[in-house]
């Protein structure tokens, strides 16, 4: 939990010479401008099939890591996309957790997952991975432990469902960009849980504004603002450890705040729509009703971009407060936006397209796991990784703009030598870990400080 050599001018290691940017996000406008007489097919622009159910196949077998709430409902969902497919082996920390999962995919999907396939502890994973019969592992643990989790999946040559967001600091955003290119190399299918992208509805937005229907793009917005989101008190027989991990979205090193955990899907559709990185971002954000952890419960990021284009970006968990879940990219013509039924809009308020609801389409949440299944079984190659570790990135880059109060840029982010969490991963005591505190803005940080004592003394 140490900020150590925050903003560095070092090289990057670790992930070779080529993850400054994406194929798909450059800090060039002229690309934009000399393609603009170019209309895309959707088929061109990598448009899924949105089948309602994946083709069947040859039995898929898979894995879960993490047996919480979202681990148990992306089995599920797996296990609802298509003929064939089943979840034969757990991993989690926990045995609470584990037995409620076990019975959950006993009793709704009559999937039964034998004793001596169930792992317990913090190298849990590692025991699924070995097993030569899964095909599919679904990382579903809380985000500190997915880079390493990513990377050994890919190293054991399985196909991935990775839940957003990928990382919760940059030394972690630099393995998985290492460890997608390794798995783009092994032909293997690499589905995150940023559902946005497995829209239909936001797909054919995408080809529209991606063929000029607004114009070029000028600006965005993303905001998740919402009420209070759950915490658990600590228990006095859990430790530190445990406690973290039980209350783990409120933890920062666990979850990275929550500008990360559901910020991060407005912030990936603007930065999916727009195409660019940003080069530097500013913002603001505190802690005002939250009750347990040591992350902020509000922010307000700048993101500014070559040709003056900019993307603000909110969120906030505050009971009493209004709520807006959304994205809005502007154009030179008009605008996206999520806010109510997506469309697309001029400046007068003229709807210029509109989706059809009506359409059949399956929830998200089951599309990317249909996606999932019919890349694997149809040889449509699929690895959204890259792109989830980008669209993570440029939500760190605001949180730590938040924490610290000072302008960084993207250069600085990427190549910084950031971590948070313990280098030792075991049941109890986390001197580091310090209830209610908070980054203070401006201010050096409270471990900082204690550092420079520790000196003195």
């Known amino acids: 939990m140490k900020r150590r050599d925050f903003l560095t001018s070092a090289a990057i290691i670790g992930a070779g010479t080529t993850v400054g940017a994406s194929t798909l996000m450059t800090s060039c406008g002229g690309a934009q401008s000399a393609e603009k007489s170019k209309v895309y097919t959707p088929e061109e622009l990598g448009m899924y099939s949105f089948v309602e159910i994946a083709p069947d196949g040859k039995p898929l077998k898979a894995a879960l890591v993490g047996c919480g709430d979202r681990g148990t409902g992306a089995a599920t969902q797996f296990l609802k996309s298509g003929p064939n497919v089943s979840i034969i082996a757990l991993a989690d920390i926990f045995p609470d957790r584990m037995e409620r999962c076990v019975q959950i995919l006993k009793d709704n999907h009559k999937n039964e997952v034998p004793e001596a396939n169930r792992f317990l502890g913090f190298e849990a994973y590692k025991k699924v991975l070995a ?14 432990f997915r ?12 196909h991935v469902f990775m839940e957003k967001p990928c990382a919760v600091d940059p030394t972690g955003i630099r393995t998985v960009i290492a460890a997608a290119k390794v798995a783009t190399s092994k032909g293997l299918t690499v589905v995150t849980g940023n559902q946005r992208r497995h829209s239909r509805a936001y797909w054919e ?26 915490n658990k008190p600590k228990r006095s027989e859990w430790s530190d450890m445990e406690y973290n991990i039980r209350n783990w979205f409120n933890i920062k090193w666990l979850s990275g705040d929550h500008i990360l955990d559901q910020a991060i899907h407005n912030i990936d559709i603007v930065t999916w729509f727009m195409g660019i990185r940003p080069l530097r971002a500013v913002g603001f954000g ?24 900019r993307m603000l ?5 505050i009971d009493g407060c209004d709520g807006n879940v959304s994205e809005q990219v502007y154009g030179t013509k008009g605008m996206f936006t999520s806010n109510g039924p997506i469309r697309l809009e001029d400046y007068n308020g003229n709807i210029i397209w509109q989706y059809d609801n009506n359409k059949p389409s399956r929830g998200d949440y089951e599309q990317e796991h249909i996606h999932l299944v019919e890349s694997i079984r149809l040889g449509k190659k699929i690895n959204q990784a890259e792109d989830l570790a980008y669209s993570t990135l440029v939500a760190i880059l605001g949180r730590e703009a938040a924490y610290t109060g000072k302008a960084i840029s993207w250069d600085e982010i990427m190549a910084s030598n950031l971590r948070y969490g313990p280098e030792k991963y075991e049941l109890g005591d986390l001197p580091d870990y310090h209830e209610g505190v908070v980054p203070k803005p401006g201010r050096p940080s409270n471990e900082a400080l204690e550092a420079e004592k520790n000196k003195k003394k």
């Open 286 to 309: 505190g802690r005002a009703q939250r009750f347990t952890g040591d992350i902020f419960d509000f922010f307000s990021v700048d993101y500014y971009y070559d040709q003056n284009r």
């Open 313 to 317: 970006t909110t969120a906030r968990q």
């Open 205 to 230: 937005a995408y080809v529209q504004v991606k063929n000029g229907l607004i114009g070029d793009i000028v600006s965005g917005a993303a905001h998740w603002d919402q009420g209070a989101w759950w």
């Open 131 to 144: 097993m030569p019969e899964i095909d599919v592992v679904l990382l579903c643990t809380p985000t500190h």
């Open 147 to 158: 880079p390493e989790q990513f990377k050994a999946a890919v190293e054991a040559g399985k």
